[in-house]
């Protein structure tokens, strides 16, 4: 059964990048799109981006500039990094993928909270 | 503001059946059978209830169903019961500029 873990530094000051980590366990890695969601304190949800094995990527277009999401095959891994954060940036970041379904989220990380203040 | 619209809240009595409706597009919603529907419990990850607009995944009660008409989404809990107080998220491809985009989410409410 496909698992996820992930991790990456919580506390960020303006102006700092963002980076989290996202470990597939336990199943296939190659032939998934894995994605990065985050959701603000009290808000909905935000589709940040996703990769593949191969590394190609997409982007939530509001945030293309500042977002590189990378992966790293010969650990199972891809991560996530947003450049020059502001307090916007503040939200629990999940890594999530598109396993059992062909096109939607049915395996989510635990969730990474990411607070960006001075 | 959020590309699709959800009811901001929706509530019901145990045992009573409710519809979360999810209003897109016809760029999104409306040109692709790909709505998914999750469910979220306070601090938790969200959990996917619904996708391809009306499939289940393994494990989902039935009491979960989706449907769509036009540009607008359902998400419908029948037989309501106290588990089922959370935050709904509907789910979309957009196509290849946007790609994915979600609801602002509705709280429902077990009275």
Partial sequence: QVQVQQWGAGLLKPSETLSLTCAVYGGSFSGNFW?????P?????????EINHRGTTNYNPSLKSRVIISVDTSKNQFSLKLTSVTAADT???????VVSTDDAFDIWGQGTMVTVST | QSALT??????????????ISCTGTSSD???YDLVSWYQQHPGKAPKLMIYEDIKRPSGISNRFSGSKSGNTASLTIS????ED????YCCTYAGSSTFVVFGGGTEVTVL
């Fill in chain 1, 35 to 39: 994605s990065w969601i985050r959701q």
């Fill in chain 1, 41 to 49: 304190p009290g808000k909905g949800l935000e589709w940040i981006g």
């Fill in chain 1, 91 to 97: 939200a629990v970041y999940y890594c999530a993928g």
């Fill in chain 2, 6 to 19: 959800q009811p901001a809240s929706v509530s019901g009595s145990p045992g009573q059946s409710i519809t």
């Fill in chain 2, 29 to 31: 919603v409306g040109s």
């Fill in chain 2, 79 to 82: 037989g309501l019961q106290a």
């Fill in chain 2, 85 to 88: 107080e959370a935050d709904y």
